[in-house]
C-alpha cells in the first residue's frame, strides 16, 4: 500500500518547497529535509541529533531556550509564518533571512515540534531593492516638489508685481482722466467766460463811453449837473464790472481751494440787518423786505465776511429775480449748533428743467436772459457753504416765487 512506503514519505519529505526539520522536546533536531540544506549548507545527516541552535545566531539562542522550555507547557502552532524579520545562520556564517511556521505534534506521550522553513533572502534583497526605489523616488518626488514650491513662489511673486502694474497703470489712468476732464472742463469754462465776458463788459463799456461823450460835450456847453449825473453812472458801471471781476477772482481762489476760513464772534441778526440797509438802494420800485428773526441777541462764530457774501448774493437775487411791488421775506433763526437763514421771494422762479444745474458754474435759466447776470454767485455760496460744512437747498415754481434756505455751523457750540 502506498501509505506503507517509506521511500514515497521520504520523497514527499524531500520535496517540499519549506525546509522542514521536527526536534524534540529538548531542541534536538530528529528530521531534516534535503531542502534544508539549501538554506543553511548543512546536509540533513549532518544535522541530525544536532541541538537546533546551531542554525540560530548567537544573540537569540537564548531566548529560544526560553521559548522551547516554555512552548510544551502551552504548545501552539504558528501556521502563518511570522511577520517579523527573522533568521537563522548558514553553516558558512551568513545570516539567512527565513519565515518559520511550527506545528506542534504527540507520540506516543513525547512532543515533537516539525518546523517549516522558508529563504525569503532573493525576496529580501527585491524588497530592498523595491525599498530602494521607493526611497529613491520619494526623494525625487521632494526636490520636484521643492522645485515647485519655488516656482508657486515665483509666480506668486510675479502675480504680485503684475497686479502691482496693473494698478499703477489703472491709477495713471485714473489722474490723466481726471487731468483730460479737468481741462475739457477749463476749457469750456474758457469759452463760457470769453462769450460771458465779451456780452457783460459790452454794456457798462459802451455806457461808459456813453457818459465820457456826454461829458465832453455837456463840458463844452458848461452844464455842470449833467455832467455829475454821468460821472456818477460811470461810478456805478465801474462798480459793477469790478464786481463782477471780483467774483471772479472769489471763483478762482475757491476752485484752488486756497481760501482760508477767518472765525469770530458775531451778532447774525446785526448782520443782516445792515445787509438789507445796504441793499435798500437796489431794491425795485415799492419793493419791501420782512425781516423776521427768532434769537436776535444770540452770537456766533463762524466767517463773518464769507456769511455776508452769501446772505448778499441771495438777497441780490430775490431783488434782481422778483418784481417790483412785491415782498422779500428774509428769516433767520440759531438753532442748536447751526445758523438757518432763508431768503424767501414771489418774483420769476426758476423753470423745473432748469433747476438741477442752478449751482453749476455761469448757469444761467432761460427766463433770467433778459435780466444782468454772470451765473457765477449761487457757484460761488455753494463753495462757500461746503467749505464751512453747511448746506443749501431751493424750492422755486416759475411765476410764483423761490426760497433759499442754507445752514452753517455756529463753531461755538462744539
Ligand atoms: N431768486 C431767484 N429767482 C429766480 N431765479 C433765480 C433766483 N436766484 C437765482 N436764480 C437763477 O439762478 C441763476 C444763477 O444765479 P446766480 O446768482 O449764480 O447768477 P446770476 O444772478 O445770473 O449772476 P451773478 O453772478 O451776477 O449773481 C440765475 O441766472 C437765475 O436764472
Ligand atoms: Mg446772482
Redo the contacts with the bound molecule.
Keep these: 500500500m502506498l501509505t506503507n512506503n517509506q521511500e514515497f514519505y521520504k520523497i514527499c519529505f524531500d520535496n517540499s518547497r519549506e525546509g522542514i526539520i521536527v526536534i524534540d522536546e529538548f531542541g534536538k533536531i530528529l528530521l531534516a529535509n534535503s531542502r534544508v540544506e539549501k538554506i543553511f549548507g548543512y546536509k540533513p545527516e549532518e544535522l541530525i541529533n544536532e541541538s537546533v541552535s546551531i542554525l540560530l545566531p548567537k544573540s537569540i539562542k537564548q531566548k529560544h531556550e526560553q521559548f522551547l522550555a516554555g512552548y510544551y507547557d502551552k504548545p501552539f502552532n504558528r501556521n502563518d509564518f511570522d511577520k517579523r524579520d527573522l533568521y537563522g545562520i548558514h553553516k558558512n556564517g551568513q545570516k539567512v533571512e527565513v519565515l518559520i511556521g511550527l506545528n506542534y505534534f504527540q507520540l506516543d506521550e513525547k512532543n515533537y515540534v516539525k518546523a517549516f522553513i522558508s529563504d525569503i533572502s532573493d525576496y529580501k534583497k527585491k524588497e530592498q531593492v523595491i525599498r530602494n526605489k521607493n526611497y529613491q523616488l520619494e526623494q525625487e518626488l521632494k526636490i520636484k516638489n521643492k522645485e515647485l514650491k519655488a516656482k508657486n513662489k515665483q509666480l506668486r511673486e510675479a502675480n504680485i508685481v503684475l497686479l502691482e502694474e496693473i494698478n499703477n497703470k489703472i491709477a495713471a489712468e485714473k489722474k490723466a482722466k481726471i487731468a483730460l476732464e479737468k481741462e475739457i472742463e477749463l476749457n469750456n469754462l474758457k469759452t463760457k467766460f470769453i462769450s460771458l465776458a465779451s456780452h457783460e463788459f459790452r454794456t457798462p463799456l459802451s455806457g461808459i463811453l456813453t457818459s465820457v461823450t456826454l461829458i465832453d460835450k455837456h463840458q463844452k456847453n458848461n452844464t455842470i449837473e449833467k455832467i455829475e449825473k454821468h460821472v456818477n453812472q460811470i461810478k456805478t458801471m465801474v462798480n459793477h464790472l469790478n464786481?463782477?471781476l471780483y467774483?471772479f477772482l472769489a471763483l478762482e481762489q475757491l476752485s484752488n481751494s486756497n481760501i482760508t476760513y477767518r472765525y469770530k464772534t458775531f451778532n447774525p441778526f446785526e448782520l443782516i440787518n445792515k445787509i438789507i440797509e445796504e441793499t435798500k438802494s437796489i431794491l425795485k420800485k415799492n419793493q419791501q423786505i420782512n425781516y423776521s428773526s427768532h434769537n436776535s441777541n444770540k452770537e456766533i462764530i463762524n466767517d463773518y465776511t464769507i456769511i455776508s457774501i452769501i446772505i448778499t448774493?441771495?438777497l441780490?437775487?430775490?431783488i434782481?429775480?422778483?418784481h417790483e411791488d412785491s415782498i422779500i421775506e428774509i428769516d433767520s433763526k440759531i438753532k442748536e449748533d447751526k445758523l438757518i437763514v432763508s431768503?424767501k421771494?414771489y418774483?420769476?422762479?426758476?423753470p423745473k428743467e432748469?433747476q438741477k444745474h442752478?449751482?453749476e458754474r455761469f448757469?444761467?435759466?432761460?427766463?433770467?436772459m433778459e435780466?444782468?447776470?454772470?451765473?457765477?454767485?449761487?457757484?460761488?455760496?455753494k463753495g462757500h457753504i461746503d467749505g464751512l460744512g453747511g448746506s443749501i437747498s431751493?424750492k422755486?415754481k416759475e411765476n410764483v416765487?423761490?426760497e433759499?434756505s442754507f445752514e452753517v455751523p455756529n463753531f461755538s457750540i462744539k
Design positions: 464786481n463782477i467774483d448774493n441771495l441780490y437775487n430775490a434782481k429775480y422778483s431768503i421771494d418774483g420769476i422762479g426758476i432748469d442752478i449751482f448757469f444761467r435759466a432761460k427766463n433770467a435780466i444782468q447776470g454772470t451765473g457765477i454767485g449761487l457757484n460761488i455760496i431751493f422755486s416765487g423761490t433759499f
